[in-house]
């Protein structure tokens, strides 16, 4: 393999490499979420954005690298994609380029699948809370005190009450 198409070759490979990664995180986070567990939610969060942060490194290195094949491969200068890359290449390099940007695109729609789920289960926890809290103190606005000094209510309209406070 030519040394240019090999560089495009590793940055690829690692870039599949982290979003295995990102992709093992995805399903904790699931997993997590299922389970209201807010702080591995939130480890597994932090633990995400340092490998996003890698994989953003890895595409800018990419990016800068392709002006400079186009020079070398097709010598018209200017910006080349990874499919006119592909094209260009000899028969073994463009296999296995190929067959890298297979798995590659399979796991980019998987995780965009498991981000979609994720963020369903998300939504509906929030949504549930929301209606619990609701249920416990009414429908007004939790934030605002309703009450004065001496625990009445600070101005005369009836309000809708929450579980606590209704009287038994």
């Known amino acids: 393999m030519r040394q240019e198409i090999k560089e495009v070759y590793e940055l690829l490979q690692a870039?599949?490499?982290?979003?295995?990664?990102?992709?093992?995180?995805?399903?904790?986070?699931?997993?997590?979420?299922?389970?209201?567990?807010?702080?591995?939610?939130?480890?597994?969060?932090?633990?995400?954005q340092f490998y996003v942060s890698k994989m953003n490194s890895l595409e800018r290195k990419r990016t800068k690298l392709m002006p400079e094949l186009s020079a070398l491969v097709s010598r018209r200068g200017g910006t080349m994609t990874l499919g006119e890359l592909i094209d260009s290449a000899q028969p073994e390099e463009r296999e296995a380029l190929n067959r890298l940007g297979r798995e590659l695109r399979l796991m980019l729609f998987e995780q965009l699948e498991l981000?979609?789920?994720?963020?369903?289960?998300?939504?509906?926890?929030?949504?549930?809370?929301?209606?619990?809290?609701?249920?416990?103190?009414?429908?007004?606005?939790?934030?605002?005190n309703f009450y004065g000094g001496d625990g009445r209510c600070a101005d005369d309209r009836p309000r809708k009450t929450g579980f606590f406070d209704r009287q038994i």
Not at 20 to 27: I, P, Q, R
């Open 115 to 144: 981000n979609s789920i994720n963020s369903k289960l998300l939504e509906d926890h929030l949504c549930y809370a929301e209606t619990m809290i609701s249920a416990a103190v009414g429908r007004e606005d939790p934030l605002n």
């Open 15 to 48: 870039q599949k490499e982290i979003q295995t990664e990102l992709l093992k995180l995805g399903h904790l986070k699931r997993r997590a979420i299922v389970r209201a567990d807010t702080g591995k939610l939130t480890d597994i969060v932090g633990r995400e």
